[in-house]
């Protein structure tokens, strides 16, 4: 499948596989946000170069 009914099935079958309600709550808002305002920000955690001295 493929379009937005695919996109909304995988919505719907992530949420459903969160643990709590407030899990899937805030990861609904989160992801309302972002499509509304277009927030591409990246969550990774990566360390910084430490120069050598």
């Known amino acids: ?3 937005f009914l695919a996109w909304m099935m995988w ?3 992530h ?3 969160l643990i709590s309600y407030r899990n899937r709550i805030l990861t609904m808002y989160n ?3 972002s499509y509304f ?3 591409q920000a990246l969550r990774m ?3 910084p170069k430490v120069k050598p001295e």
Do not use: P, S
């Open 11 to 13: 919505l719907f079958i």
């Open 45 to 47: 955690i990566i360390r």
């Open 31 to 33: 992801w309302t946000v």
């Open 37 to 39: 305002t277009k927030d």
């Open 15 to 17: 949420l459903f596989f």
């Open 1 to 3: 499948m493929t379009g």
